[in-house]
């Protein structure tokens, strides 16, 4: 049996998860939260926002599904790496913002990280059991999100609807707009840097429309291997937590009969600035990781608030960039007031513009 808590219990990735779980005898719900929704009965233990490590305490889990979005993930992230505990993980802020405790907490506790965001899947997938000197490049797919081939001039109107429409995935609102503005892309850019120990100039982005294939990792040798498959965040939230068996899912094998486009192109860095901003930010390390992504969290909840256009998402987030200085963090307590910082920096900058 494993035992399994889960934060983010009521989200698109919860939701899907508990479909798994549910199908699976040797996986067991010990644990779970929410932010706001109540979630009575739906384990054992439950929680409704607050301190999520009291809860992970109480229930002694063997793995955490960490489904909650946001910044707000880190301290469950960090509980069940400093513990050995495995850790499924969604939350990709909590590795963005945090991944220079998260690496080394996974060192000293002795655990996994899972990952279910479905590149990283793939390239763990991908990249297990290589010597690393034979590893040339990972390649992650983007695809590309609902405004893929528009110029920047089309995208100044832009409204939330028209941007929560994903061709590909249905996901919750937040990555949805991150996808929109290809900044989800530059945060699994920073997530995979600090995943797979790889420099960023090896960690390439892909426009790729149907979603099919997941990652790509190229070899010293010149070969390079894809993982491929439908769309379906149920594949890498049931691999994550069946891990090592790899368990059935109802998800049927790839048709290649009924026509599969493979289809690549370079993303347009121009109309979507949040790419480079990522990348820039990953480089400089310290806290830029954690300022971007607080930055990113305040523009995305205003945007769809209709409180910010959306060509000012990037700008909000170049901009408190550009005021803030960012040293490595020491400890959760000094991210947390770096986080902190960059949301009222943040905030202040997005009132400032004119709606
Ligand atoms: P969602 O908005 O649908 O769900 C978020 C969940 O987090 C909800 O259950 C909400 O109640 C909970 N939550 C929010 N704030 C909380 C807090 N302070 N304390 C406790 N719980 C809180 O989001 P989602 O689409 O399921 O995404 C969840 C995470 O997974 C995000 O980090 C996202 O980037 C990542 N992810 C999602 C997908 C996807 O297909 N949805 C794919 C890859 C990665
Ligand atoms: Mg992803």
Redesign the pocket.
């Known amino acids: 049996m494993k035992r399994v808590a889960l934060?983010?219990?009521?989200?698109?990735?919860?939701?899907?998860a508990l479909e798994i779980i549910d199908a699976h005898r040797e996986l067991e719900l010990v644990a779970a939260?929410?932010?706001?929704?109540g979630i009575d009965g739906l384990a054992p233990l439950t929680?409704?926002?607050?301190d999520?490590t009291e809860l992970l305490e109480r229930a002694g889990p063997d793995v955490v599904l960490?489904?909650?979005?946001?910044f707000?993930?880190l301290p469950a992230t960090l509980w069940a790496l400093e513990r050995g505990v495995d850790l499924a993980l969604?939350?990709?802020?909590?590795l963005v913002a945090g991944g220079n405790l998260a690496i080394p907490a996974r060192k000293t506790g002795g655990g996994r990280i899972l990952p279910?965001?479905?590149e990283h899947s793939a390239a763990f997938q991908l990249l297990e059991n290589r010597a690393p000197e034979t590893v040339d490049s990972l390649v992650l797919t983007a695809s590309g999100g609902p405004f893929r081939g528009r110029s920047r001039a089309d995208l100044g109107n832009v409204t939330p609807r028209e941007a929560l429409e994903h061709p590909t995935?249905?996901?919750?609102?937040?990555?949805?707009v991150?996808s929109a503005t290809l900044m989800?892309k530059g945060?699994e850019l920073i997530e995979a840097h600090f995943l797979f120990d790889l420099p960023y100039d090896r960690i390439e982005v892909v426009i790729h429309p149907t979603s099919v294939v997941h990652a790509l990792v190229r070899f010293r040798d010149g070969a390079a291997l894809a993982h491929v498959g439908y769309p379906d965040?149920r594949v890498?939230i049931s691999f994550a937590l069946t891990y090592p068996e790899r368990a059935g899912t109802p998800i049927p094998a790839l048709d290649f009969g009924s026509g599969l486009i493979l289809e690549f192109s370079a993303p347009d860095e121009y109309a979507f600035p949040c790419l480079a901003l990522a990348r820039a930010a990953g480089e400089a390390g310290g806290t830029a990781p954690c300022v971007l992504n607080a930055a990113n969290e305040v523009a995305v909840a205003a945007f769809l608030d209709d409180r910010l256009p959306f060509l000012a998402i990037p700008d909000v987030v170049e901009r408190t960039l550009a005021q803030i200085d960012c040293p490595p963090a020491s400890s959760l307590e000094e991210l947390v007031e770096m986080d902190a910082e960059a949301r009222r920096v943040a905030s202040t900058l997005t009132r400032a513009v004119v709606t």
């Open positions: 934060l983010g219990a009521t989200g698109s990735i919860g939701r899907q939260a929410s932010g706001s929704q929680q409704v926002g607050g999520l960490n489904a909650v979005v946001g707000a993930g969604a939350n990709k802020e909590s279910v965001d479905s995935w249905n996901m919750g609102p937040k990555i949805t991150d989800n945060l965040m890498p």
